[in-house]
Every structure is written in C-alpha cells, then in structure tokens.
C-alpha cells in the first residue's frame, strides 16, 4: 500500500478541536463532518486537498479529545497519511481502528516542506520526497498493529477470531 | 523487576503474574463507557460489525451529557440512537435527561467505577477514575464497540512518570492549581503514553475532589492515566457506595519509573494556563490585567461539590462585575440539588451568575456559553485550544473554581484570597 500527493504542513500539537470542532459533531455522517476537517487551523484544507495528499506535522498530533471523527473526517476528505513526530495516544489508536496511515518520523517531519510531492510505502515505511529525492524511514508498526491494520480495522480483525 | 500500580492492574486484567512496560497485552474490561457524540459512532461500528449482544449489560455505561438536553435537533437524534441502542440492549448504566451528570463526575458519585478496575471509556477523561485507584484511560468509538462486543481491549503496557507529593496545599489552592502546574512543567506531551502516578506524603491532605481533578486532566499531558493510591480518604468515598468490591493494588517498592517528579504542594499557587495550550501556566496574580468577558464554573474537571462550595464562599452577597455573564453548571443531578439545598442557587442568582443543568455543553463549544470573536472566558475547564469555546479568535483562560469566582467578581484575572476547603 502507498500513496503520494502534494504535502500540507502542520504545527506542533495540532489538537482534535482544529481538526473537527466540536460544534459540528451533532452528527455522526462522515461526509457531512469531513467538510469541516482543519476548519480552525486551515479553513481551505478541505478546498485544496486531493486525494492522496500528505499531512506533514509535528510532535503531539492529535492531542485533545478521544473523538474518532478526527481521524475519520482526515481520511474521509482524500487524506493518504499523516506524518509526524509524535502522536497523542487516542488519535493514534483511533487511526489505527479505523485505518488511516500514520507514520512516526521526526527526521521527515521536520524537512519535509508544505508543497512538496512525497510518495509514501506503508509496507515498508520508507517516505520519499520527489521534490528533492530525499528518502526517509519511518518507524514500523508492531506485528500486532500490522494484523489489525492488515486485517482492515479492529472490528474487522476481531470478527475473523 | 517490580511493577507500578497501573502494570499491577493490568497484569492481573490480562491474567498474567507480571506484565513489563512496552508488552502488548489483551486485558478484561470492569467497565465500558460511551457518552451522546461518541457513542453513536459505536453503535454504527457494532452493527456494521455484526455483533448482536454486548459481553454484560451490567458493565457499560451510557451517559448523555456533551449536548443534552438536546441543543438541536441532529443532537436530539444521537440521543435517540444511545437510548434505543441501551433500551435493546437492557444496558443498566444508563443516564439520561433527569438522572444524568456529566460521566466522569457521575460514575464515580454513582459507584459504578471502583478501585483496581479496569476502564476505557469513549471520552478522554475517562482517566479521571485513577482517582479511586482504578487503570482507566480514554478511547475511540471503535475501542468502545469492540470493547461492549468483547469486554476486553488491547493495551501497550505504559512506563510511569511519579510524581511525589509532599506538604499540604495553601487555602487559595486546590486540585486544579495542582495539575496546573504540573502541565506547565511538563508540557502537553511530557506524560505521552505514559502514566502518571500520584504518590507522597502529600497525598493524604488532598480531598477526593482534588484527586477527581487532577487525575481528569492527566490527558492534558498527554499521559494514558494518572491513578492515586487507594487510602482512607479513597476508602471512606467508596465505603456504601461502589456496586462492586474495591480491590486495592499497591505498586511494588521496586517499581521502576522513568522519572521522578517532586512536588511540593505548600509551594502551589493559584495557576492559569492561557490561551492556546493547557501547558502555558502562569500565576493567577500576574495576569490581573486581562480583562474577561465570561466565567464558566463547572465540567468534568471542576463541577464538583468541593467546585460549588469554593465558587459559593466567593460569591455570595457579592456581585458578578458589569459586562461579565457567569454561568455556573454543577456537574450531576446530586450536586444541583445539594446546590439547591444548601441555598447555594439563591446566592449565584442573586450574585447575578446563571445556574444550569448538567452538561458539558461550553466546555467544547458545544452551547450554553458560546463566545463571539474577541471574548475571553475564565473556564475550570480542562482545553483553551483554538476555536474550544466558540470563535476562533476567542480566547479561555484555565482555572480553579476559585480563581474563576473571584475573576467574575473583578471582571480581571484575579487570584483568590482564602478559599473554606
């Protein structure tokens, strides 16, 4: 699995509230919620993503809320990734359960610059920065992550037992 | 190698004599918890699973209270969907409208939740019950689907950050100013997947509301749980009220941690975290010149009784400044009726602040309390990220009870004088 697209970059502690308000979260319908992914951090994001693209951040992405629609809202809006430095442990969790790619690498995140076109492996890890040819690697998921991210989500792995 | 209290629970959930930081594990649930926005996204998991029953109707618990009673009419209809997902599923923990409270002050006053459980919870509060001695820690919806189908849930083994507690809190101070503080030292990510534990001389001074509190913003550090040693103060709270026995865990003296982290508690004073970040602490009383425009005094961190009663010495026979709305929320049906008893209501209203039914409604933005571009707002919340209240370019300023009270008063950031604890 990969994909590459274009890189948005992001802050350090980039929290669930700019991800999706909390205001919008009186529906659960993830197409409804994905139109106001990164509103109160990057009210255009949802306007210039295309499918595949990369999010680039740094440390503590995801931090705040345990709400799952923010990593649903980033997957559902055509997001490929997400690269950062360090993840809140919910977001990271919720990403995982309901299969959006997240990478750990703070060499990439840190040189990785917004605009720049960037293929990324899942299996391997390995980022690549087609702007510039930079490779960087990315930490490998634990094989027990790896089985549910194969077996396509949590619920999904636990049906097959 | 010993263990930390939070790898005692653990081990003995997943049925192992010794667990090690790092290990991944599969461990009982005591108690799965979802509330009104998170669960609606677990019931769809469940179904679209195709799971049917839930493991024990006796060990979920359901709450209505982000955005009840119902702020529009796409919330009243995620509350329909918890409630006809509980009614199908006879699930006992049940609260809606009238027997509610915001969960994570409501399960523990319930005794739903007990010392050496083990908890997850759709809310990342759910951390709040270390309190009592219990590993709990917030999740996603689909933990939560997975965890009501199964009753177990997958954990990665935390290390522990200790934090030793010695001397007793000044009378302005309380759990907030304490946690506070430690966010500040620590940063938003300084506890990040790990736990923290309470420990010291210290701790026997603090009440269960301080323990409630500080524990309820452990998140904030970005920790998985923060978790208190069972004693006499966590025995007489749980004594005639947990539905369940406690049992008490104890970490081992050899546990190892990865740092230690002393905190004097007679050196804490009143703390503000201000905008954007839990972490950018400073002393209440350096902050005398932001003027505010709202107060909120309530939530899941400070909605307590102990809350009530600090905001009551502050305000009675006074006046809320001019140009400052003060909305007080006491967190449960039990403490709003205290409130009422106590003749605490009476005082609010006549000090000018508005009193309302439980909800978390403010604190995320949710309604009763909304700010327009520009306001400020003195919270006892536990988030002043960008856009948490209302506007983006809206600002909240984290505080104690106290704090928050006395800066209604003013109409400035101000630190309280002695406050009756």
């Not at chain 1, 529906?27 to 255009?44: F, P, R, V």
């Not at chain 2, 201000?274 to 425009?293: F, K, M, Q, V």
Request: contains cysteine; glycine residues 10%.
């Amino acid at each position: 699995m990969k994909t590459e697209g274009k890189v948005f970059k992001y802050p350090d502690n980039v929290d669930t509230d700019v991800i999706i308000p909390a205001r919008y979260l009186n529906t659960s319908d993830a197409k409804e919620l994905a139109k106001h992914c990164m509103e109160d951090i990057d009210a255009e994001y949802v306007n210039k993503v295309s499918p595949g693209d990369v999010m680039v951040a740094g440390w503590n992405f995801g931090c705040g809320s345990s709400r799952e629609h923010a990593p649903l809202v980033i997957k559902t809006c055509g997001t490929g990734c997400v690269i950062a430095k360090s993840f809140a442990r919910i977001f990271y969790r919720n990403a995982i359960n309901i299969g959006l790619p997240i990478l750990e690498c703070e060499q990439a995140a840190e040189e990785i610059q917004a605009g720049d076109q960037v293929n990324v492996n899942f299996d391997t890890g390995i980022i690549t920065n087609l702007t510039n040819g930079k490779t960087y690697q990315a930490a490998p998921f634990p094989p027990f992550i790896q089985n549910i991210i194969t077996k396509g989500g949590l619920l999904a792995s636990l049906k097959e037992e | 190698m010993g263990m930390t209290m939070t790898q005692k629970i653990l081990a003995a959930h997943a049925g192992l004599d010794a667990v090690t930081a790092g290990q991944l594990i599969n461990a009982k649930l005591d108690i799965v918890l979802g509330n009104d926005i998170t669960t609606p996204v677990a019931v769809n998991e469940f179904k679209k699973a195709g799971f049917d029953r839930v493991f024990d109707k006796d060990r979920i618990a359901i709450v209505l209270d982000h955005f009840v009673p119902n702020k529009d009419i796409k919330a009243a209809e995620q509350s329909k969907q918890c409630r006809e997902f509980a009614c199908s599923h006879c699930v006992s923990h049940f609260y809606d409208v009238g027997k509610m409270g915001i969960e994570h002050a409501l399960l523990p006053e319930q005794g739903v939740v007990t010392a050496g459980d083990c908890i997850i919870g759709a809310d990342s509060h759910t951390c709040t019950y270390g309190a009592l001695g219990a590993f709990s820690t917030g999740v996603g919806s689909t933990d939560m689907a997975a965890g009501m189908a199964t009753g177990m849930a997958w954990f990665k083994v935390p290390s522990a950050i200790r934090f030793e507690l010695t001397g007793q809190l000044p009378a302005n101070c309380s759990g907030k100013d304490v946690i506070l503080t430690i966010i500040g030292m620590i940063g938003v990510d300084g506890a990040l997947y790990k736990s923290m534990e309470f420990t010291g001389s210290g701790v026997a001074s603090l009440t269960m509301d301080d323990r409630l509190c500080i524990c309820n913003m452990a998140i904030e550090a970005g920790a998985k749980n923060g978790i208190f040693p069972v004693d006499d103060v966590t025995k007489n709270y749980m004594e005639g009220r947990c539905e369940r026995t406690p049992v008490v865990y104890t970490a081992d003296p050899d546990a190892e941690y990865e740092k230690v982290i002393e905190i004097d508690l007679s050196k804490i004073v009143p703390t503000v975290a201000c905008p954007h970040l839990p972490e950018n602490t400073h002393p209440a009383a350096e902050l005398s010149e932001i003027r505010i425009d709202q107060v909120v005094i309530g939530s899941c961190t400070n909605g307590r009784m102990e809350d009530m009663e600090a905001a009551y010495e502050t305000l009675k026979g006074k006046q809320v400044a001019p140009g400052v709305r003060c909305i007080i929320i006491p967190a449960t049906m039990q403490i709003y009726r205290e409130c009422v008893e106590r003749g605490y209501v009476t005082a609010f209203i006549d000090a000018g602040a508005v009193v309302s039914t439980p909800t978390c409604g403010p604190c995320l933005g949710g309604y009763m309390g909304i700010l327009a571009a520009g306001e400020r707002c003195v919270a006892t919340t536990n988030r002043n990220f960008v856009g948490r209240m209302g506007h983006v370019d809206s600002e909240v300023y984290l505080a104690s009870p106290a704090t928050a009270a006395a800066s209604a008063l003013t109409g400035y950031i101000t630190a309280p004088k002695e406050v009756v604890r």
